[in-house]
């Protein structure tokens, strides 16, 4: 079974979690696209080197070449909650990708991750459009040597219980299968 044909009717939240390649951006721009509203990409990645910028490269042109309509493209690495503030009007769908580059950025800016994704998830239901998160499990590995690794699994960990809970819809997708969990 492809990600296009697994896909349902976006509405309200949905996150959608899985590991590195493990088809999430697919299947969560196809519920995009499936939705028939307008797409909005909501990009939290930064090209800091030839190896990501590849990787986001991979992505545009799968929307690129999508039978959908076209994309808008936001670009934020930090002020998400903000930009979703911005971008989701009604008539839109919007999906961010991703959570857990978010979370990298704003440890690097020194912010306050606990506010903001305290803030992002108050927020999420008072927006006019669906929105599809997509971010990378990551506690599911041994645990890291590091203390900044650590925190790094644990602030996303925790984003994404605070984030499952209030969502409508959860995925997990493993080998390009989704399993509904929510």
Same mark, same amino acid.
């Given at each position: 079974?492809?990600?296009? #044909?697994?896909?349902?009717?976006?509405?309200?939240?949905?996150?959608?979690?899985?590991?590195?390649?493990?088809?999430?951006?697919?299947?969560?721009?196809?519920?995009?696209?499936?939705?028939?509203?307008?797409?909005?990409?909501?990009?939290?990645?930064?090209?800091? #080197?030839?190896?990501?910028?590849?990787?986001?490269?991979?992505?545009?042109?799968?929307?690129?070449?999508?039978?959908?309509? #076209?994309?808008?493209?936001?670009?934020?690495?930090?002020?998400?909650?903000?930009?979703?503030?911005?971008?989701?009007?009604?008539?839109?769908?919007?999906?961010?990708?991703?959570?857990?580059?978010?979370?990298?950025?704003?440890?690097?800016?020194?912010?306050?991750?606990?506010?903001?994704?305290?803030?992002?998830?108050?927020?999420?239901?008072?927006?006019?459009?669906?929105?599809?998160?997509?971010?990378?499990?990551?506690?599911?590995?041994?645990?890291?040597?590091?203390?900044?690794?650590?925190?790094?699994? #644990?602030?996303?960990?925790?984003?994404?219980?605070?984030?499952?809970?209030?969502?409508?819809?959860?995925?997990?997708?493993?080998?390009?299968?989704?399993?509904?969990?929510?």
């Amino acid at each position: 079974m492809k990600l296009r #044909d697994a896909c349902t009717v976006v509405s309200g939240i949905t996150l959608v979690l899985g590991g590195a390649r493990s088809g999430k951006s697919e299947f969560s721009e196809n519920l995009i696209i499936n939705s028939g509203l307008n797409p909005v990409y909501l990009a939290t990645a930064r090209a800091g #080197d030839q190896e990501m910028r590849e990787r986001i490269d991979i992505h545009q042109q799968r929307r690129n070449n999508s039978a959908g309509p #076209d994309w808008l493209t936001v670009e934020e690495p930090l002020a998400l909650g903000d930009a979703l503030k911005n971008c989701a009007f009604r008539g839109r769908a919007v999906l961010v990708d991703c959570l857990t580059l978010w979370i990298t950025n704003l440890m690097v800016a020194g912010a306050d991750i606990e506010r903001e994704v305290s803030n992002l998830v108050r927020n999420l239901h008072q927006l006019a459009a669906p929105v599809v998160i997509v971010s990378n499990e990551v506690g599911m590995g041994i645990v890291p040597e590091n203390k900044m690794a650590r925190e790094f699994i #644990d602030l996303t960990g925790h984003a994404h219980q605070k984030i499952a809970e209030k969502a409508d819809h959860v995925y997990f997708i493993a080998a390009g299968l989704p399993l509904a969990l929510k």
